[in-house]
């Protein structure tokens, strides 16, 4: 027993460390590409406590895998042994019980690995469904650029004055097709998550109408490139001293006014003192780059004159100071951000500007999710490797266990396809069993999870079919290899054995 612990905890105390520094490689890689748009930094170090930990789980492996061989081998029959047939490690036929010991390590990582796979599957179509394929419009070409100026001592004179001025020198780049100004930009909601009044709508708490805002130019939707709806978008025309207009999106037109034509309703904030807006356009709905779920919200688009007089009353910063300028270019985005730093701090050489593309902030925004999901998939298909390594190791044991029986069936006639039938149908067990259990898991666990995760991701058939498939060929491929061995079975040495 002492010999063969020894060894066990050589192995697993080599894999502790090797896995303790791959972990240190990929902390440093995974903070890398979580942080790189910001810009944070992260010191990491080798606390003692990991080291501790990988450490002692170490040695809890190599005893608790290694104790279990190790007492079989002190029950070995020395007379058997020491038998032609012992030397030569024949054994009986293989066990008829598929719930063995042996058995289960092959269908316990099995199990684990599907479940992992269907995971990250999960997650990896979520992401590509909702922030790869990315909005509707071309964001590359998009490039926003945001001022706080309440920040930096600026009053609403020198704010407004300082807007129009850089609208005007932005819009006379070259390359540069539109420029547009929004308290917020197309792939986030809005500027705040108010209680609306909507005329005609009984207010039920806690389940009164809610929605953002958005003050925007006239030429917003123009610049982002996306098509009203229904209605008509701002006009010029639309002033404080015109009728109060507004345009809502696609999501509060469903859900406020579910059979009715929003055109000619109206809307206002209900903690404001100020008129009722009415309705004159719907606007398609866009993407929510604030939400972890991509949710869609209601949301109020109102004309960027008449934004005071739609917030009039409330606590609330002036929207002015929230306008962030958008533009639309036919070159460089590169080019244009650079321009229009040097535009702005040529007019205030102090000011603190933000510049980027609308794709460089939607990357920012879910560059940590994409990052999590790609790191679950890593893992999960490492341990599908580990899983595949097991599998080989554990038939490759059983078919050398079995050579002798394989070389005399060889011997009386078996055909090489025969021998192989009998090999892989254990395998084929095998496998069959560890996906039944694997698939039944996440079902469950994914049932129960979907209780307490709002919109979490359900596992669906192509997901299934999927890892099902791609495990299943692995296990399969792993079970082959030790298969073929068993068909260079040399069955006159098998005889001159027995």
């Not at 170090?45 to 080291?51: F, K, L, N, S, T």
């Not at 040695?59 to 012992?86: C, E, I, K």
């Not at 009053?155 to 609208?167: I, M, V």
């Not at 999590?372 to 097991?390: D, E, F, K, Q, R």
Request: hydrophobic share 50%; aromatic share 8%.
């Amino acid at each position: 027993m002492a010999q063969l612990l020894t060894e066990s905890m050589i192995l697993a105390l080599s894999g502790g460390m090797l896995g303790l520094l791959f972990s240190q490689w990929l902390a440093k890689a995974l903070i890398l590409m979580m942080n790189e748009p910001s810009g944070l930094a992260f010191a990491l170090r080798m606390e003692p406590a990991v080291v501790a930990y990988a450490f002692l789980l170490s040695v809890a492996t190599g005893l608790s895998f290694g104790l279990a061989p190790a007492l079989a081998a002190t029950r070995t029959n020395l007379s058997q042994a020491l038998h032609a047939r012992g030397l030569l490690r024949a054994v009986p036929s293989r066990p008829s019980r598929i719930w063995s010991t042996r058995n289960a390590l092959v269908i316990v990582p099995l199990a684990l690995s599907l479940m992992l796979l269907l995971g990250a599957g999960v997650a990896l179509r979520r992401v590509q469904r909702r922030f790869v394929s990315g909005p509707t419009f071309e964001a590359l070409h998009l490039v926003r650029a945001g001022f706080r100026l309440n920040m930096q001592s600026y009053d609403q004179q020198r704010t407004l004055q300082f807007q129009e001025n850089l609208r005007q020198r932005i819009g006379g780049m070259p390359n540069v097709t539109s420029v547009a100004l929004a308290s917020a930009m197309p792939l986030s909601n809005g500027v705040g998550w108010f209680p609306l009044a909507v005329e005609g709508v009984q207010a039920r708490n806690p389940q009164s109408p809610h929605a953002d805002y958005n003050a925007i130019s006239p030429e917003f939707f123009e610049t982002v490139g996306a098509r009203i709806v229904r209605g008509r978008a701002f006009a010029p025309s639309d002033r404080e001293s015109s009728p109060p207009v507004a345009m809502v999106n696609q999501e509060l037109a469903r859900r406020y006014w579910p059979d009715q034509e929003a055109i000619g309703k109206r809307v206002r904030l209900s903690e404001s003192t100020g008129p009722y807006f009415e309705v004159i356009g719907v606007a398609p709905d866009m993407q929510d780059a604030t939400s972890p779920y991509n949710s869609v919200y209601p949301i109020v688009y109102i004309a960027a004159a008449q934004s005071a007089l739609f917030l009039k009353g409330m606590r609330t910063d002036p929207p002015y100071y929230q306008m962030q300028f958008l533009a639309r270019t036919t070159g460089s985005p590169a080019a244009l951000k650079v321009a229009i730093r040097q535009e702005a701090h040529a007019t205030d050489s102090s000011l603190r500007i933000d510049v980027q593309t609308i794709e460089e902030s939607r990357e920012a925004q879910f560059g940590p999710v994409k990052t999590i999901s790609m790191l679950l998939g890593a893992l999960s298909a490492l341990a599908l490797l580990m899983a595949s390594v097991g599998i080989y190791a554990i038939l490759s044991y059983s078919v050398s266990q079995r050579t002798h029986e394989i070389g005399i069936r060889a011997a009386l006639g078996a055909q090489r396809r025969e021998i192989l039938a009998l090999v892989m149908q254990r395998t084929v067990a095998l496998v069959a069993w560890g996906i039944v259990l694997g698939l039944g898991a996440a079902i469950v666990l994914t049932r129960i999870f979907a209780r307490s995760f709002h919109k979490l991701g359900e596992l669906d058939a192509v997901t299934c079919v999927t890892v099902c498939a791609v495990l299943g060929a692995f296990a399969l491929l792993a079970g082959y290899l030790p298969a073929r061995k068993a068909l260079r079975v040399d069955p006159v040495q098998a005889l001159r054995c027995e």
